[in-house]
């Protein structure tokens, strides 16, 4: 059975360092989300992301092409819409077991298209929650913005706000999310899912 491992957590959780540090740990396949949003400085196209125009897509949304839309987010920034998509592509054809990186909205939408009938023998999914001090994440988020060459400090304050709905307890319980992984030393967190995900 091939394991998806999902991680996710709020904005500036460390889950961006986590996830590329069990790339270079772990023998797995990874894969990469598509999004509209603009690219930071520092990040890669095809590395981060895959960074695409919103009008390409929009073509995702369009038959034929949405059968291949696994889920969409659609997010009403200070600068726009952004979306954010989970696309079915050559990334998921690899037989060893796949790391993926998303939100909880994601997560359950991945979820729900990996447990369905003609899948689910198949697939194991392992949701992995990353979490840390708000203060702290916080720190964190403004002095990430700040290295910017155009600080958005508005959206970073509005993504900030929105990950406290987003990341509810009521909604992580709904996933039966419950395990959660702290990340106050990062070298232990990441042991810690290590010795989780290979249970």
């Not at 889950?15 to 797995?28: F, H, M, P, S, W």
């Not at 400085?41 to 895959?50: A, I, P, R």
């Not at 708000?134 to 910017?148: H, N, P, V, Y």
């Amino acid at each position: 059975m091939k394991k998806i491992i999902y991680i996710m957590g709020k904005s500036a959780s460390g889950k961006d360092t986590i996830y590329k540090e069990l790339i270079r740990i772990l023998d797995v396949d990874t894969y990469l989300m598509y999004t509209t949003r603009p690219i930071r400085k520092g990040e890669v196209n095809g590395e981060t992301y895959h960074f695409i125009s919103y009008e390409d897509m929009q073509e995702y949304k369009i038959e034929p092409k949405n059968v291949d839309l696994i889920e969409v987010r659609s997010y009403n920034t200070v600068h726009g819409i952004w979306e954010y998509a989970t696309i079915k592509d050559v990334q998921l054809k690899g037989k060893k077991d796949l790391l993926m990186m998303g939100t909880l909205e994601s997560y359950e939408k991945v979820k729900k298209f990996f447990m369905q009938d003609s899948l689910k023998s198949e697939y194991k999914i392992i949701p992995v929650y990353v979490e840390i001090d708000d203060g702290i994440r916080l720190q964190r988020a403004l002095k990430r913005e700040q290295m910017q060459e155009n600080p958005k400090y508005k959206e970073m304050c509005r993504r900030f706000l929105s990950d406290e709905q987003d990341f509810s307890e009521d909604k992580l319980l709904k996933n039966n999310i419950t395990k959660r992984f702290k990340n106050d030393d990062i070298s232990q967190c990441i042991e810690e899912i290590i010795e989780y995900i290979k249970k």
